[in-house]
């Protein structure tokens, strides 16, 4: 019988994290001797500590949900799928600015995505016009390929959370001046109404000039704004309708476990977010909910699943609909519950109202390894929709908040 991929002996991991887990300890980042200062406007600073970042549930608010792995889980990775357990997580991510994710309509791809003759990927990495605004992740995904006879395809820009249609081997030059250069980045602020501490934007009903330029002039630099269209080269610009994304590794040429892992997760998200009303399958767009995408490696296939959650604007504006039950979201759900006129449940879309707000920008990105199948119940009840992490120091590697200007990196 030939050697299982994903089966390596323990001791080889424990004796390499701990190689590695010293070395962090002794190779402090820039920012780890900094003294706290106040912070400039539109300055973004890294968060120390993984709470400093992202919350984590508290049981006397959250309920006691959060203290346990899902109950009713039944399914299991393979028995040998052995991963690294011990290494530490958080803070050792390369930061990005932004993230490109081309559909492919496939869940496996060549070793490096960038070497598949034809792609965007390869006509992305190795062309001559680079992005002007920091580094560019960029990942293959399972995303559909649009049903039209010529070669363009879609893709998925973040943080600003726009699908754009028609993009060709060649009109990646123009993808990237006039909608990854353009679009807001990683570490662009993110101003919102409830945070008095940063400059506020001139309200949009506003006819004073004057007062407009004011504001302009004390308010951090905004990114520019993404067209809706390039004529000369087709692309076209579109909001992503979903108000969270889910992102798994699922690359078995980089590595079996991922391919392993990310069908059985997914077909667990969807268990848990189907009643809820919030599942999205890959041809649903209807607004709001959660859209699951396979992308192509992302690093880190030693503590896999690596899970990346990005969350819009439009779901940490209003935190209190979320927090301050004793049940967390599921309290508010409660609320929604009716019956028809045979005394039947009606399940309702709680995503009505995202139809009207708009999604906006992703907010957050909170990137999770090392997910199991048992884990998928409360990174939905408390990740997804609240921004909490459940298990920072065993899960967390790394991600960014735009509302606090903090990063991990």
Not at 37 to 52: I, L
Not at 94 to 108: M, P
Not at 222 to 243: D, E, F, M, N
Request: proline share 8%; charged share 25%; glycine share 6%.
């Amino acid at each position: 019988m030939g050697k299982d991929p994903t089966h390596k002996p323990i001791n080889a991991y424990k004796m390499t994290a701990a190689l590695k887990n010293i070395y962090y300890r002794l190779t402090p980042t820039s920012s780890s001797f900094s003294l706290a200062t106040q912070k400039n406007p539109g300055e973004f600073t890294k968060a120390r500590t993984t709470d400093a970042l992202f919350p984590n549930p508290d049981p006397t608010v959250d309920g006691d949900e959060c203290l346990h792995d899902c109950a009713s889980c039944t399914i299991k990775y393979p028995r040998k799928f052995t991963i690294d357990e011990d290494e530490e997580l958080y803070g050792h991510v390369k930061g990005w600015s932004t993230h490109l994710i081309v559909a492919t309509g496939k869940t496996d791809w060549v070793r490096n995505v960038a070497d598949e003759k034809g792609s965007i990927m390869e006509a992305v990495d190795k062309g001559d016009v680079k992005p002007s605004n920091g580094r560019l992740m960029l990942s293959a995904s399972d995303i559909p390929v649009p049903e039209h006879s010529d070669d363009s395809t879609t893709v998925l820009l973040l943080p600003s959370f726009q699908f754009i249609d028609n993009v060709t081997p060649a009109n990646t030059p123009d993808l990237i001046r006039n909608f990854v250069d353009k679009g807001p980045t990683n570490t662009s602020p993110l101003v919102a109404a409830s945070q008095p501490d940063l400059p506020s934007s001139p309200s949009p009903l506003s006819t004073d000039a004057s007062a407009q330029a004011s504001a302009s002039e004390t308010s951090s630099p905004a990114a520019p704004a993404i067209p809706p269209t390039i004529p000369s080269s087709g692309l076209k610009a579109r909001p992503c309708p979903h108000k969270y994304l889910i992102l798994m590794c699922s690359q078995k040429t980089r590595d079996a476990r991922c391919g392993q892992s990310a069908p059985l997760l997914r077909k667990e998200f969807e268990r848990h977010l189907a009643p809820l009303g919030l599942y999205r399958d890959l041809h649903d767009e209807r607004p709001g909910g959660v859209g699951i995408y396979f992308i192509s490696h992302v690093g880190g296939h030693k503590f896999s699943a690596n899970v990346m959650i990005y969350r819009s604007s439009s779901a940490i504006e209003r935190p209190k609909q979320l927090n301050g039950h004793s049940n967390g979201i599921e309290e508010s759900l409660e609320k929604l519950k009716v019956e028809d006129d045979k005394g039947q449940e009606v399940v309702l879309d709680v995503n009505k109202a995202q139809e009207e707000e708009g999604n906006g920008e992703a907010a957050q990105c909170i990137w999770l390894a090392r997910v199991k199948p048992e884990d998928c119940e409360n990174i939905v009840r408390y990740t997804v929709l609240q921004g909490k992490v459940v298990k920072p120091q065993r899960q967390l590697r790394g991600g960014f908040d735009r509302s606090k200007q903090l990063v991990s990196w």
